[in-house]
C-alpha cells in the first residue's frame, strides 16, 4: 500500500519524536542513578581518560602498558556493569531496535514507519467512516 507524503511525513516525525522523548526519558533515569552512586560518574571520567591513552600507547608501541591499561579498562567495565545493576540502571533501548528511532534503514524508511503511517492512515479514514460503530 502506498502513503502520500503528508502521512510519511507525519509518521516519520512520529517515530522520531517518541524515540527523543524515550531517549529523554532514560537520560534522566540515567541522571537520578547517577546522582545516587557517584562512583558512575568517576568511572565514566575514567574511561574518557584512558581512551586516548590507550591510543597513545598502542601507537608508541609498548605492549606492557598497553595490556596494564586494558586490564584496568576491564576492571573498571565490570564495576561499572555491577554498579549500573545495583541502582537498577539498564542500557538505552530504542523503540525500535531495526533504525534506532531514525526512521530509517539506509536510505529507506524503516517498518516502524510504515506501521505508522498504517495507523495514521486508518485514524484519518475512521474520521470520515465510523468504523468503530458499524455492526453486522
Known amino acids: ?9 507525519k509518521a516519520l516525525n512520529e517515530v522520531i519524536k517518541k524515540g527523543q522523548d524515550n531517549r529523554r526519558a532514560y537520560e534522566v533515569e540515567k541522571a537520578k542513578c547517577y546522582d545516587a552512586e557517584p562512583r558512575l560518574r568517576a568511572i565514566d571520567a575514567e574511561f574518557m581518560r584512558l581512551g586516548p591513552l590507550m591510543g597513545m600507547v598502542a601507537i608508541s608501541g609498548d605492549t606492557d602498558r598497553l595490556n596494564a591499561i586494558k586490564t ?9 556493569e555491577q554498579l549500573k545493576t545495583k541502582v537498577g540502571l539498564h542500557e538505552y533501548v530504542p523503540c525500535c531496535p531495526l533504525c534506532g ?3 530509517y534503514l539506509g536510505t529507506k524508511l524503516c517498518g516502524c514507519v510504515l506501521t505508522k503511517a498504517k ?12 468504523i468503530n460503530e458499524c455492526t453486522f
Open 1 to 9: 500500500m502506498g502513503y502520500n507524503k503528508e502521512i510519511l511525513k
Open 119 to 130: 495507523q495514521l492512515s486508518f485514524e484519518q479514514l475512521s474520521v470520515g467512516m465510523p
Open 101 to 103: 528511532d531514525t526512521g
Open 72 to 80: 584496568k579498562s576491564d576492571r573498571l567495565k565490570n564495576e561499572l
